[in-house]
């Protein structure tokens, strides 16, 4: 069985609210505790005292690991850094500025194990990354699919949504 793993993006401006939602997902802030990793991401070129910050947020909570990654990502940073290292995984994409109700991750996990091989979220944004990192946002599901592999970047996962391959397939055409 796979695992089920948090993946969030932050920056140093979100400091402040990161500090106040992240006891919305741990320790008791979710009916849910079940994952095994909370990955939080942030850019390879901050300054160190950032750094210091993000460490120290280990405290909180065993499972909190710091990702340094690629600051050209943008809010991608949630999902392309631990793609690889989690291939096989359930991962689910918060935001850094949300205050997550208590039943949110228990409602995403059991949608889940009804349905998992579908992307579960509330908006499901396609962009495509090039060879040289580059991130680019498409508007719609259009030809460009078609014609290049594309991750689909989930956001906001605490309103359900369930995109199944056919409805994607649907989409693309």
Request: one cysteine or more; hydrophobic letters at 35%.
């Amino acid at each position: 069985m796979s695992d089920i793993v948090l993946s969030m993006a932050t920056m140093p401006s979100r400091k402040k609210r990161l500090l106040e939602n992240i006891p919305s997902l741990v320790n008791g802030g979710q009916t849910y505790d079940g994952f095994t990793k909370f990955y939080i991401n942030v850019s390879d070129d901050l300054e160190d005292s950032d750094y210091e910050f993000y460490e120290k947020l280990k405290d909180i909570d065993d499972r909190i690991e710091i990702v340094r990654c690629d600051g050209k990502w943008r809010s991608c940073n949630k999902l392309i850094p631990i793609l690889k290292s989690n291939a096989d995984d359930a991962i689910i994409t918060v935001d850094d500025d949300i205050f997550y109700p208590r039943e949110s991750l228990e409602r995403l996990v059991n949608e889940y194990e009804k349905n998992k091989d579908c992307i579960i979220a509330h908006e499901i944004n396609p962009v495509i990354l090039s060879d040289d990192g580059l991130v680019t946002y498409l508007n719609t599901f259009d030809v460009k699919l078609k014609q290049r592999e594309c991750i689909l970047l989930v956001a906001h996962c605490s309103h359900l949504m369930c995109l199944t391959e056919q409805m994607f397939s649907t989409m693309i055409r």
